[in-house]
């Protein structure tokens, strides 16, 4: 079946840090792969998203390559913010399934210290 | 970005009453809204597909006469909690889609259930 597998949190770094969240899929066809973020009291939010393998995305700073020969789809900032503190979700989408819904990684904690 | 709203975002309700969970899109129209599960430290476990003018689409295991979904409008989806019990307390989320079936999703904030 399809499913995802993030590292587990919660991540502790300081400012300026460099950040790695590890994200692995496993999907039967060709599935689109997202990393969406969650801020304190607020919804998700999708950060970036690759569509087809070797596609790079990035949004704010954070970058995500869709490797398909080794089913993942890292999530990397080369410097932090104490405003990047949030949860991070990586996401992977298959059409053609159930109206081609999303299915969730468990969330990936960043406390970002001053 | 386009704005999903969820109310209540928290309810406190007695074991034995329904509670409703009203999902909104403020800003476009959305055909297909999706009604998710999340538990402490798990990921976001899909319930529902609601579909404005249709019966919802309810994923395995879910129970369709427990968790009453409508989608009246195409802004306008609620989840009603029917007899609600401890073990259903939980944070539930919706999302919206806009445009068509490779549309972006639009999540709401989430509404925390608290049965006692």
């Keep these: ?114 | 970005g386009a704005v999903v709203s969820q109310h209540p975002s928290w309810v406190i309700c007695k074991s034995g009453t329904s509670v409703k969970i009203e999902c909104r899109s403020l800003d476009f129209q959305a055909t297909t809204m999706f009604w998710y599960r999340q538990f402490p430290k798990q990921s976001l476990m899909l319930m529902a597909t609601s579909n404005e003018g249709s019966k919802a689409t309810y994923e395995q295991g879910v129970e369709k006469d427990k968790f009453l979904i409508n989608h009246a409008s195409l802004t306008l989806s609620t989840l009603t909690v029917t007899s609600a019990h401890p073990e259903d307390s939980s944070f539930y989320i919706c999302s919206a889609r806009r445009g068509r079936q490779t549309g972006e999703l639009f999540f709401g904030e989430g509404s925390r259930l608290t049965v006692l």
């Design chain 1, 1 to 114: 079946g399809n499913s995802v597998t993030q590292m587990e949190g919660p991540v502790t770094l300081s400012e300026e840090a460099f950040l790695t969240i590890n994200c692995t899929y496993t999907a039967t066809g060709y599935p689109s792969l997202f990393w969406y973020v969650q801020y304190p009291g607020e919804g998700l939010q999708l950060l970036l998203k690759a569509t087809k393998a070797d596609d790079k995305g990035s949004n704010k700073g954070f970058e995500a390559t869709y490797r398909k020969e080794t089913t993942s789809f890292h999530l990397e900032k080369g410097s932090v913010q104490v405003s990047d503190s949030a949860v991070y979700f990586c996401a992977l989408n298959v059409l053609g399934g159930s109206q081609g819904n999303l299915i969730f990684g468990k969330g990936t904690k960043l406390s970002v210290k001053p």
